[in-house]
Every structure is written in C-alpha cells, then in structure tokens.
C-alpha cells in the first residue's frame, strides 16, 4: 500500500492512543478540520505529519472541509480513511470522484454509520453514501445489523468499536486498592452509585435523583457520586436539596486526573447513566464497575454494546423512573460477588475495545 490519507473533522484527544498507533504502522498524512468544541483536542505534535483545515458551515447541519475536495486528485495517496458524516459534503466530493475517475483507489469510511431511527430519506441517503466507499467501519455490531436491515450488503461494514488509553489505564489498574474514600465521604457503607461524565441535560439525570428517592422511601439506601460538572450541575444540586438527599449525593466535581478517577471508579459499585451511555461504559468498565442505563437502543451511544446483561451491566425501559429504580436493587440483589463483576468488565474492555483490537481491524483491510 502508497501513502495513506486519514480525514477527520477534528483531532479528539481520546483517540490519541489508537491514533498514534496507525500513524506508527502506516506512511500517512492526517487532515483534521480546527476544533471549536468544547471536547479536548489532541497535541498539534502528537502525529508525524498533521495539517489542520477549517471545518466550513453550509446550510443547516452540512459543512466542508476546506482543502479537502482536492485529496483525492493527489497522486501521493492510492488509500483513504475518512470520517464517515453524511453531511460533510466535501467527503460526499471525495467519494463521488472516487467512483467517477479514481476507482482504483481504495476508500474507507469510519463512522458510527446507522442507529435505527433513520426516516426513509435518510436510509435512503445513508445507503448511497456509504455505498460509494470500499468499505465502512462502524462501532458497533448493532449499527452492522442496523444497516444489513435497511438493505445494505454486510459484507462491506466490519465493527471497530471504540477505545480510550487502554495501555494507561490498564497500568492504573494493576495498581488499585480498596479505599475508605466513600465511606469516610458518607459515614455508612452503602451501596455507591456512580455517574463520571459531564452533567449535561442529555444524560437525564434528574431521573437518577428521583430513583435514587423512589429507592430510599422503599427502605433501600445508596450514596451517589456525580463526577463532572456541566449545564446541568446547578439544577442537580437543586433537586437533590429538594428531595433532601444531602447526605446521600456527592458533587465531587470535573476530575481530569486519571489516578483519582480510577480509584473512585474502582471503589465505587455501579454506574448509572439513564440516558445515552457513551464512553463511559468504557471509563467504568475499565476500572471493573459495571454500567446500567437504558434499552432503546437507537438513542443509544455504540459503547451500549459492551454492556453484557447480567455480566458487565443492565438495561432498564428507557424514561421510566421506576424501572431505572427496580433495575438498581434488582443488580444488587443479584450480584453479591464484586470481584466477579469487576473481572466480566476488565474482560470486556480487555477483549474488543481497546486500540490494539482496532489496529487489528485496520490491518486487515486498509490496502
């Protein structure tokens, strides 16, 4: 394989690790659009040959990269990993010179691809776009059969799924010890609750707090950790004062040490995120505490997949405070072995969503 040409709409400083990875088993050129999120962008440095490009809005949600639409005329590169976002329509210009004048050519779309809720424009739209390219990466299995239903041919979709810095936070882990963090924090030993993320509207946190209620006048207590802050912070705080649970919620705050978050992960017994999970299951599971959250998966993030029933987390009936309140004491009533859980999520992680496991991936198609 030539050169290889890697297209991204910005460089997220998560995926550094898998990042560095390719850029050390490939002779590639990396093209990021400039970050304007909030989401904490990677070191300029941190890749052999990196040129940043503005990210232009068009109409509505559809943008162009500036710069871009030329790549695929550039004889230097005969391969091409892109974003895969419909409404980039400079990746829409790639892909139909692609097909029209550069066939030979490969090219490969990474993308979450498909979430089961598209409307008939944009199955139909979904299935010509990622039909141009040679081959689509999506993060999960779940997006796969998603597309396979919506009539697109399986053999051209393979899952990546998603990774953090398995290497350090593995490191981390082998160091970790129980602690009387949350004990000395609430003086009971109740079971610990625990949300690490930013405390945004999305995440319907609110219905934790008032599960967290619904439990307590059951007779059933827990302690809850919000690690983060964010939109939301202030109304959570409020709610929690209006349900007097003072005593039982802990608003540690935005921790961006990864030895802390580890130990409060670690120590902690169940991490709850009533809305879209995301890369939290990932931050949890690693540090070996399973996730509970909410089973209508086509609002899910592709990181639900790691969640294994019984195993490594549960789902309850999304929006509904009850069932998010059964399905806490229903974990606890049925999992009294922690070492056993914390095993089934190191294994998870360990197995299918690291950057290696991606490499591994890449390795066998990009050519």
């Known amino acids: 394989m030539g050169k290889l040409c890697i297209i991204y709409n910005f460089a997220q400083l998560y995926r550094e690790p898998v990042f560095r990875l390719i850029d050390s088993n490939w002779e590639c ?127 051209k ?25 949350y004990q000395s924090r609430f003086g009971n030993d109740y079971p610990i609750l625990l949300f690490i993320g930013r405390l945004t509207h999305v995440k319907r946190l609110d219905q934790l707090l008032d599960a967290l209620d619904m439990l307590a006048r059951r007779g059933e207590h827990y302690n809850l950790v919000f690690i983060g802050t964010g939109e939301a912070h202030a109304e959570l705080e409020s709610q929690t004062k209006s349900l007097d649970l003072d005593d039982k919620v802990w608003f ?60 490594t987390g549960a789902f309850f009936h999304r929006g509904d405070v009850a069932a998010l309140a059964d399905g806490i004491s229903k974990w606890f009533a049925t999992h009294p072995d922690r070492e056993a859980v914390r095993r089934a999520c190191y294994r998870e992680i360990d197995t299918r969503w690291t950057p290696e496991y991606q490499l591994d991936i890449l390795k066998k198609y990009l050519r």
Not at 87 to 115: A, D, E
Not at 157 to 181: C, E, F, V, W, Y
Not at 266 to 292: E, I, Q, S
Request: charged share 20%; with cysteine.
């Open 29 to 155: 050129d990396w093209y990021f659009g400039r970050n304007i999120t909030d989401i904490k962008g990677m070191p300029s440095d941190a890749l052999k040959r990196t040129t940043y490009v503005d990210n232009r809005r068009l109409i509505g949600p559809m943008e162009w990269q500036n710069g871009i639409g030329k790549l695929m005329r550039d004889s230097r590169y005969d391969c091409y990993l892109m974003l895969g976002e419909p409404m980039v329509l400079s990746t829409w210009w790639n892909l139909i010179q692609h097909r029209l004048f550069y066939p030979r050519k490969r090219v490969y779309l990474w993308s979450h691809g498909w979430y089961g809720r598209e409307n008939f424009a944009k199955k139909w739209l979904k299935r010509l776009f990622f039909g141009l390219a040679d081959h689509v990466f999506t993060y999960g299995e779940y997006a796969r059969q998603q597309a396979i239903a919506q009539g697109f041919d399986g053999d």
């Open 252 to 311: 540690y705050g935005a921790c961006y040490d990864d030895n802390r978050n580890a130990s409060l992960i670690y120590n902690a017994d169940l991490c709850v995120a009533p809305g879209n999970v995301g890369l939290t299951a990932m931050h949890t599971m690693v540090f070996g505490t399973p996730v509970l959250t909410h089973d209508d998966f086509p609002w899910q993030m592709p990181e639900f997949e790691a969640i294994r029933p019984g195993k």
């Open 157 to 181: 979709i393979t899952p990546i799924h998603n990774s953090l810095n398995h290497a350090a936070q593995s490191k981390l882990r082998g160091a970790l010890t129980p602690s009387d963090i």
